[in-house]
């Protein structure tokens, strides 16, 4: 009885073990199969290297360094380099090195004018018409001792006494009086000032 026991307690610890080893070896085995390093290097060697060397795959992590260091290949390629040596530099034409010519600037034919002259029609500046003469008659002074000029102006049977400044009639400024004359301005006409000379009687 006693026997059975201890025979049994080794085939169940047996198969523990055995069941950890194939958990170990299938963990060490998936990286190394699913790395997408160990798939590129395999499709970048070349074919014409020679025979191919065995690559364990059993040491995981490890044996994936050993497989990227064997094909890093430090021999000296003669036929690529020959092939580097034989490309030759072709540009557009222009060498860079090289000074070239200015290109000459054409003569211009003609004398570069857009507009046509015109000789027919000649523009002439239209003449303006002289404003009205104001209305105004200046015939005397109004002024006393220490006050500034006035002047009598007339308009018909209207009489305005007016100073330098004013305006006469809702329309006509005096702008300066003067012994002689009184210039007067239309404001409603905006024209340029005019001279009233002094009329006697």
């Given at each position: 009885m006693k026997l059975e026991t201890d025979n049994r307690s080794k085939m169940l610890g047996g198969g523990g073990l055995g069941a950890l080893a194939l958990l170990v070896v299938v963990y060490e085995l998936i990286p190394v199969l699913s790395s997408p390093a160990t798939t590129s290097l395999a499709n970048s060697q070349p074919a014409a290297q020679g025979p191919s060397r065995p690559s364990a795959i059993r040491g995981g992590p490890i044996a994936a360094k050993k497989v990227r260091a064997e094909n890093l290949d430090p021999t000296l390629r003669l036929e690529l380099l020959a092939a580097s040596e034989q490309t030759k530099y072709a540009g557009s034409g222009r060498?860079?090195?090289?000074?070239?010519?200015?290109?000459?600037?054409?003569?211009?034919?003609?004398?570069?004018?857009?507009?046509?002259?015109?000789?027919?029609?000649?523009?002439?500046?239209?003449?303006?018409q002289p404003p009205p003469p104001i209305p105004l008659k200046f015939f005397g002074f109004a002024n006393r001792p220490g006050e500034a000029k006035r002047v009598f102006l007339s308009q018909g049977e209207d009489v305005f006494i007016a100073g330098e400044g004013e305006i006469v009639d809702r329309r006509y400024k005096v702008v300066r009086i003067s012994p002689t004359s009184v210039e007067v301005q239309d404001v409603v006409g905006s024209g340029p000032s005019q001279n009233i000379p002094l009329t006697q009687g």
């Open positions: 060498n860079i090195f090289v000074s070239q010519a200015e290109v000459p600037i054409p003569t211009p034919v003609g004398t570069g004018a857009t507009d046509k002259a015109k000789t027919d029609s000649v523009y002439t500046i239209p003449q303006q």
